[in-house]
């Protein structure tokens, strides 16, 4: 069973950092495409960023481009997204997500929140001005 727990979530002043981590289990790490969603209240849930040794590469959404890192450790099965210089409007709950590389098929499909088929639970990430 594919599981994702999300973890290193808070609240922290504009400007700021934070680094989330999704520790994986369950799954072949190195086939999979893990990523990174978001969801503010009243709004869609929209891709942030992903990444996949198989694949190759990495995604970001055009509004973190420069700010966020996305990483994976693999022997600790944990993938980690550093988020520098936040701004009010990165408030949302955080979400990580998993799918088989080739039902990805390629990294830039990962703005859509169609591709996953696991989910963790979310954490809340909120930004102060």
């Known amino acids: 069973e594919v599981q994702l727990v999300e973890s290193g979530g808070g609240l922290v002043q504009a400007g700021g950092s934070l680094r989330l981590s999704c520790a994986t289990s369950?799954?072949?790490?190195?086939?999979?495409?893990i990523g990174w969603f978001r969801q503010a209240p009243g709004k869609e849930r929209e891709g942030v960023s992903c990444?996949?040794?198989?694949?190759?590469?990495?995604y970001y959404a055009d509004s973190v481009k420069g700010r966020f890192t996305i990483s994976s450790d693999n022997a600790k099965k944990t993938v980690y997204l550093q988020m520098n210089d936040l701004k009010p409007e990165d408030t949302a709950v955080y979400y990580c997500?998993?799918?088989?590389?080739?039902?990805?098929?390629?990294?830039?499909?990962?703005?859509?929140?169609?591709?996953?088929?696991?989910w963790g639970r979310g954490i809340q990430v909120t930004v102060s001005s």
């Open positions: 997500a998993a799918e088989e590389a080739p039902l990805v098929s390629n990294v830039h499909n990962c703005w859509s929140p169609l591709w996953p088929a696991s």
């Open positions: 990444i996949s040794s198989s694949l190759g590469g990495t």
């Open positions: 369950g799954f072949s790490f190195y086939g999979y495409v």
